[in-house]
């Protein structure tokens, strides 16, 4: 069975998650992904603890491996002018080319957006950035939770009154970054290459996909904003229907944990109050917390523990659930059928490692977790340089200059700790 990507090229020079994890998607699907990492130390992630004992140093790390595999890497010198070469080369017969440079730097070296489309015209380009190709933050550094923060998010997320509070997840990192850059790279590929059946003929022409993290965060604040564009009101953290506001929508504190209600609707709201023996607070629905009916909802809860909570949500139809450890979400039924753990062989490891799975399920064309391991630091450099047409003199001689690199086992020092 041909993979839903199968066909398409990569070159992923990004670092770190935003561009990994876009690439991540497109490689377990399918898509020949290259990585374009550096002579030095490659991509930073490499060298992040914790590591699998016995795994090729430069692939050991677990942060690492759970973003690459299914891709191959090859190491480039930009700043050299035949590394440059190679690069451009190698344009010629991709399909995409992923980066996440601060804008401008691909342009300072001479290999930018419109460099490589004359190589190449069909390319689609995509640059993940902070605040984008243009705009008064362009140049400027940030994190996801900068991002986060001047986008919104962060200032309405929390307790009325309390500190903002940070996401576990990396959501400008991911949902506006990575899951953006797919989006915005299939959606260039289908305009280039042409739609289906009834559908005109595509342009045979690349462009620019230019994915801000700043932008993607605030468009999760989609409904919220369209709240605020229609009556004026300015939201507060706290004060949000779906962020704290209403006391049949909250996490609360049972005997022996947390449990989250979400009975937003009428009929769930009522089931539980039903459930409990407690009807005189179905018209206490859309109290706010603090109020006298949050404090009795509260009380209920603290009645039981949270297995106990799992057996009445089993009985009445309510939208509760338990809040879950990390641990025992991995270990849940519902985790081990969705396959959403998966063990991937990687070459040296003393045990198999344990990575989350494809979040997408397709009928037809199911993703492949296990097609390759995590590469090793320029593991195929040289495959790759002769498969572009570099007779194998060139390729040593290209080695030797400096412009490109092989294998590397040098232990880097870890830059940071998920």
């Not at 699998?52 to 090859?74: C, D, H, P, T, V």
């Not at 409904?223 to 996490?251: E, H, K, Q």
Request: net charge negative; glycine share 14%; proline share 5%.
């Amino acid at each position: 069975m041909s993979a839903a990507l199968e066909g398409i090229r990569v070159l992923d020079l990004s670092r770190l998650l935003p561009g990994g994890f876009c690439s991540l998607l497109l490689a377990d699907f399918g898509a020949d992904v290259v990585k374009v990492e550096d002579t030095g130390m490659g991509d930073y992630i490499r060298w992040a603890p914790p590591h699998y004992q016995g795994a090729q140093e430069s692939a050991g790390s677990a942060l690492f491996l759970s973003l690459n595999r299914n891709k191959r890497s090859i190491r480039l010198d930009l700043k050299h002018e035949r590394g440059r070469e190679v690069l451009l080369r190698l344009v010629r017969d991709f399909d995409v080319v992923l980066e996440s440079f601060r804008p401008g730097v691909l342009d300072r070296l001479g290999v930018g957006y419109e460099r490589m489309r004359e190589q190449n015209p069909g390319l689609v380009y995509c640059a993940i950035s902070g605040y984008g190709q243009d705009g008064p933050k362009r140049d400027a550094s940030g994190h996801d939770m900068n991002y986060l923060g001047l986008m919104g998010l962060l200032g309405l997320t929390g307790e009325l009154g309390g500190e903002p509070v940070q996401a576990a997840g990396q959501i400008a990192d991911i949902g506006g970054g990575s899951l953006m850059a797919a989006f915005g790279i299939m959606a260039a590929l289908r305009e280039r290459d042409g739609g289906g059946p009834g559908s005109s003929g595509g342009s045979g022409e690349g462009q620019l996909v230019d994915v801000s993290m700043a932008d993607g965060a605030l468009s999760w604040l989609a409904m919220v904003a369209a709240s605020y564009f229609a009556d004026g009101n300015v939201p507060r953290r706290g004060r949000l229907p779906l962020a704290g506001s209403l006391i049949c929508y909250r996490p609360y504190q049972c005997a022996d944990g947390w449990v989250s209600l979400g009975a937003l609707e009428p009929k769930f709201w009522q089931a539980f109050c039903r459930g409990v023996g407690h009807e005189e607070l179905i018209e206490k629905q859309f109290e706010a917390p603090g109020s006298v009916a949050h404090g009795q909802v509260k009380e209920i809860f603290m009645g039981r523990a949270r297995s106990e909570w799992e057996a009445f949500a089993q009985e009445h139809d309510c939208c509760l659930e338990p809040v879950l450890e990390l641990d025992e979400t991995l270990d849940s039924q519902l985790v081990r059928d969705r396959a959403m753990v998966v063990e991937i062989e990687q070459p040296g490891s003393e045990r198999p490692v344990r990575q989350l799975g494809i979040p997408l399920k397709m009928g037809r064309t199911p993703g492949e977790h296990a097609r390759l391991p995590g590469p090793a630091l320029g593991e195929h450099t040289e495959d790759v340089l002769l498969a572009c047409g570099y007779s194998e003199a060139e390729v040593a001689e290209l080695l030797s200059s400096g412009a490109a690199a092989g294998p590397a086992g040098v232990e880097q020092a870890a830059t940071f700790r998920a």
